[in-house]
């Protein structure tokens, strides 16, 4: 089967393109579709992998639901019969990959929580012994565990990669109590998403998710707790000291660093054994987290 690269509804506004998902605007509401598009270095990829967009809408779902107890999402149906029309009518387009949502007003700030020290985190630890301001012990290896899971925001950068910012300068942006307030629900999501992973022996080493304002409530708005947003380890292969192997699109940055591509577009393709190897990731997480 082929990949959903991009959607078209004929007879609508065409959808505005973010790197993986296509929104098509209903005034109020948003129609979000998860197409099998994947970034990697914030470059979108030539080729996609196939229902890796039904995979993270399924994941981001169960994840929502199991979070409704801490705080709202923007769900409304994920079920193509209560889309409006003409949505309605491609069933075999939408399924599966595609929610109506309420839309939100968001807040322009990445809510990233970490629990171990991996990727920017460690990169920054290293060069200044803390993140995001945030000072840490010395003496703490690649994947090490945190003494506490930390709140480590980054601003929403329109080009390129996105930048770590202070909780000071969250406060800034977001004013005080708005930025306080996602701090706690960032945590208690990350909080409550660690100990249900855990049990299925999967480490949530960071995650990132966004919020959005709508009548004066902060809701949970985009995609939660998938392997585009989030690194998940093997408990079983967790070794401090070293890179983890995740549950992400690692195998593809792997390939397109040993290609020696520029990290500017275009992107070379990916041969197929690598798409096979990364879907198949994407299932196992996916069949793990559900189960
Ligand atoms: N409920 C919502 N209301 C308004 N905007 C939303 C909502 N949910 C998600 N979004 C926005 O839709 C976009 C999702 O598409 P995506 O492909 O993930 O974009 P990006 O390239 O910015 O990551 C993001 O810009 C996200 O902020
Ligand atoms: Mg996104």
Redesign the pocket.
């Not at 505005?16 to 929104?23: A, E, N, S």
């Not at 949502?101 to 968001?106: C, E, L, Q, T, Y």
């Given at each position: 089967m082929e990949p959903v690269l991009r959607t078209e509804i004929p007879g609508v506004p065409a959808p505005?393109?973010?790197?993986?998902?296509?929104?098509y605007d209903l005034a109020d509401r948003?129609l979000?579709v998860?197409?099998d598009?994947v970034?990697a270095f914030d470059v979108i990829l030539p080729d996609g992998i196939t229902d890796k967009g039904k995979i993270l809408n399924r994941i981001s779902l169960f994840w929502f639901r199991q979070m409704e107890d801490i705080v709202e999402n923007?769900i409304i149906s994920s079920n193509v019969e209560e889309f409006p029309s003409p949505f309605t009518n491609y069933r075999d387009m939408l399924e599966g990959r595609s929610i109506l949502?309420?839309?939100?007003?968001?807040l322009p700030v990445e809510c990233i929580v970490r629990g171990y020290l991996s990727g920017s985190g460690w990169k920054s630890y290293q060069a200044e012994g803390m993140v995001c301001g945030i000072t840490l012990p010395a003496g703490l290896k690649e994947s090490s565990k945190l003494p506490e899971p930390i709140f480590t925001p980054s601003t929403?950068a329109e080009e390129g990669h996105d930048i770590n910012i202070s909780f000071e300068e969250t406060k800034n942006i977001l004013g005080e109590k708005n930025a306080e307030k996602v701090k706690e629900l960032a945590l208690r999501v990350y909080d409550k998403a660690s100990s249900i992973a855990e049990k299925k022996g999967i480490i949530i080493a960071d995650t990132k998710m966004?919020f959005?304002v709508i009548d004066n409530k902060i809701?949970l708005?985009?995609?939660l707790l998938t392997p585009?947003s989030s690194r998940f380890w093997s408990k079983a292969n967790y070794r401090e000291g070293v890179a983890q192997d995740s549950f992400d699109k690692q195998i593809i940055r792997d390939y397109l660093i040993s290609t020696g591509w520029d990290m500017k577009s275009p992107a070379p393709h990916l041969p197929p054994e690598i798409i096979a190897k990364a879907s198949a990731r994407y299932k196992e997480i996916f069949r793990i987290l559900t189960a």
């Open positions: 505005r393109r973010g790197k993986v998902r296509d929104i948003l979000i998860a197409t598009r970034s923007h949502a309420r839309k939100a007003s968001v929403k966004e959005g809701i708005v985009d995609e585009d």
